[in-house]
């Protein structure tokens, strides 16, 4: 397993931005770039719910409806991170937003589910109000 930190949460106000940044640590980079990577997020009493992904393989970008043209990934090998940047925030953004890595059984054709990541974060708060 991949031990993850992640960092960047906070309180906006709607229409704000805000990045997140996801560290591997323990391991070099070359985990960070054989590894599919994404960010999850979860709302108490409700599953988690995938957000944006990038595969190890190809380098493609995978993003829920929900923030498609609002958040960004990024994937920065030499500084081993893997950043979400999210403007327009809403207050539906309202979450614990979780790292994950090590995807397994992924297809590629839908967003991955929480069941095909065996490493995760801790997670980081972002609250967004109106």
């Known amino acids: 397993q991949v031990q993850l930190a992640e960092s960047g949460g906070g309180s906006v106000q709607a229409g704000g931005s805000l990045r997140l940044s996801c560290v591997p640590s323990?391991?070099?980079?070359?985990?960070?770039?054989?590894?599919?990577m994404g960010w999850f997020r979860q709302v108490p009493g409700k599953e988690r719910e995938g957000v944006a992904f990038?595969?190890?393989?190809?380098?493609?970008?995978y993003y829920s409806d929900r923030v498609e043209g609002r958040f960004t990934l990024s994937r920065d090998v030499g500084n081993n991170k893997l950043d979400l940047q999210m403007n327009n925030l809403k207050p539906e953004d309202t979450a614990m937003y979780y790292c994950?890595?090590?995807?397994?059984?992924?297809?590629?054709?839908?967003?991955?589910?929480?069941?095909?990541?065996?490493?995760w974060g801790q997670g980081t708060q972002v609250t967004v109000s109106s």
């Open positions: 323990g391991y070099n980079a070359e985990v960070l770039r054989g590894t599919s």
């Open positions: 990038i595969s190890a393989g190809s380098g493609r970008r």
């Open positions: 994950a890595a090590q995807a397994k059984n992924w297809d590629r054709k839908s967003l991955p589910g929480p069941r095909n990541f065996a490493s």
